[in-house]
T-cell receptor, first 113, second 109 residues
Framework: AAGVIQSPRHLIKEKRETATLKCYPI?????VYWYQQGPGQDPQFLIS???????DKGSIPDRFSAQQFSDYHSELNMSSLELGDSALYFC????????????FGQGTRLTVV | SQQGEEDPQALSIQEGENATMNCSYK?????LQWYRQNSGRGLVHLIL?????REKHSGRLRVTLDTSKKSSSLLITASRAADTASYFC?????????FGKGTKLSVIP
C-alpha cells in the first residue's frame, strides 16, 4: 500500500540558506501535518492543512512557511536557516474526520552547518 | 506544559516482562493515538482509542483511556527485545495531533 513519501530523505544546508521539504500524502488523504523533532526530543507540531487550506498552526517560526497544493502534496519552505533548525522533519497524512489515524513518512533529516 | 505527557520517560525491563507506559493530556481530544519510534526513524502508528472507548486491545498491546482523568496507558505484554524503542502518545483534536515527550523503552534480552 502507498505510504507517505517525503523528499529528500537527507539534506545538508549552510546557515542562512533556504531549504524546501516535500511531502506526498497517501492518495485521497485530505489532511497533512508537519512536525519537527530535534535530537532526543518529542515531535513538535508545526502546521497542518485540510483540503489545501491551513487548518492549524503550532510552533512554526516566521522563517518557515508551508502550503498544500492542488494535488494535495505539501511543501515546507525554510529560510535563513539556523544551526538549531537541524532536526528530523516529519509529514503525516490522514483522511476524513479527526477520528482516523495519521500515517507518518520516514522524515527528512536536515543538517544545518 | 504540553498535551500528552508520558510517564515514565525511560523504562528498562527484562524480556518477557510487561511494560506499562502512562500518558496524560490537557485538552479535549477526539481520540488518543500511540506511536512507536526506533532511534532516528519514522513514527509507526500502533493503536488508536476513541474518546468514547475505555479500553482497546491489539495483539500484545492494551490501551486504556480515562477521559475524566485525561490519561491513557499503554501496556505491552510479554515484551521482546525488538520492542525496544521510544513510545509516544498523541492527542488528536480537530486539526492537530499533539505529541508528548515519549517513553524510551529498553527490553533486555
Amino acid at each position: 500500500a502507498a505510504g507517505v513519501i517525503q523528499s529528500p530523505r537527507h539534506l545538508i544546508k549552510e546557515k542562512r540558506e533556504t531549504a524546501t521539504l516535500k511531502c506526498y500524502p497517501i492518495p485521497r488523504h485530505d489532511t497533512v501535518y508537519w512536525y519537527q523533532q530535534g535530537p532526543g526530543q518529542d515531535p513538535q507540531f508545526l502546521i497542518s492543512f485540510y483540503e489545501k487550506m491551513q487548518s492549524d498552526k503550532g510552533s512554526i517560526p516566521d522563517r518557515f512557511s508551508a502550503q498544500q497544493f492542488s494535488d494535495y502534496h505539501s511543501e515546507l519552505n525554510m529560510s535563513s536557516l539556523e544551526l538549531g533548525d537541524s532536526a528530523l522533519y516529519f509529514c503525516a497524512s490522514r483522511k476524513g474526520s479527526p477520528g482516523t489515524e495519521a500515517f507518518f513518512g520516514q522524515g527528512t533529516r536536515l543538517t544545518v552547518v | 506544559s504540553q498535551q500528552g505527557e508520558e510517564d515514565p520517560q525511560a523504562l528498562s525491563i527484562q524480556e518477557g516482562e510487561n511494560a506499562t507506559m502512562n500518558c496524560s493530556y490537557k485538552t479535549s481530544i477526539n481520540n488518543l493515538q500511540w506511536y512507536r519510534q526506533n532511534s532516528g526513524r519514522g513514527l509507526v502508528h500502533l493503536i488508536l482509542i476513541r474518546s468514547n472507548e475505555r479500553e482497546k486491545h491489539s495483539g500484545r498491546l492494551r490501551v486504556t483511556l480515562d477521559t475524566s482523568k485525561k490519561s491513557s496507558s499503554l501496556l505491552i505484554t510479554a515484551s521482546r527485545a525488538a520492542d525496544t524503542a521510544s513510545y509516544f502518545c498523541a492527542g488528536a483534536g480537530s486539526y492537530q495531533l499533539t505529541f508528548g515527550k515519549g517513553t524510551k523503552l529498553s527490553v533486555i534480552p
